[in-house]
């Protein structure tokens, strides 16, 4: 008995080292609890917070690391060739298949960077890169948040007054004077005889 401490006011376990997480050093992510000194990436080491964490089953990482693991695999997302998958490689001793490299572009150095960094996506404004991180869709493609912009008036865009036209991106107020009815009164059931 008196070997013994008491648990005063103790917590849960940290989920990374395993000792007593007291409440106000605790994080939680995926009903585990965590020290916010222990709340680090398993690749890098970084520190990570509720929105930089990426969890996979009892593993935490910041999202770089964790598309590295366990996201798409092939050409064009910096894994080598290949079909598509999002599995983790099952047999440590299968080598994958070479294949033909890509041709290189007239500007290599950006196409090594959208390479090394999982991006093929080009944005239709001003056709550099677009990655995850500042993608926006519009019209069925790729775009920069600061390049999701009206093509007639330059107002920035969003999902509620975005509309689009043979791929390129309109306000609505644009849309409808470039491309909406003409005519004297429209829409006056007495013209319409």
């Not at 033909?100 to 404004?125: H, I, L, M, T, V």
């Not at 677009?130 to 869709?137: G, H, Q, S």
């Amino acid at each position: 008995m008196y070997g013994m401490m008491p648990n005063l006011g103790g917590g849960a376990k940290c989920a990374a080292c395993e000792k007593t997480v007291y409440h106000a050093e605790e994080v939680q992510c995926n009903g585990r609890s965590f020290h916010k000194t222990c709340f680090i990436c398993m690749g890098c080491r970084k520190g990570l917070d509720s929105t930089t964490v990426a969890a996979h089953e009892s593993e935490i990482y910041c999202k770089s690391c964790y598309g590295k693991k366990y996201g798409p695999k092939g050409y064009g997302y910096g894994q080598g060739a290949g079909a598509l998958s999002s599995d983790p490689p099952r047999y440590a001793g299968l080598q994958p298949q070479e294949s033909k490299p890509r041709p290189a572009s007239s500007n290599s150095s950006e196409n090594k960077s959208s390479q090394k960094f999982g991006c093929s996506d080009r944005c239709p404004r001003c056709s550099k890169a677009v990655y995850a991180a500042e993608k926006v869709m519009g019209a069925g493609k790729p775009w920069h948040k600061t390049c999701f912009r009206c093509a007639l008036c330059a107002k920035s865009l969003d999902s509620t007054t975005v509309t689009d036209k043979e791929g390129e991106l309109y306000c609505k107020v644009c849309y409808a004077k470039h491309f909406g009815p003409k005519g004297f009164g429209l829409g006056n059931a007495a013209m319409l005889e």
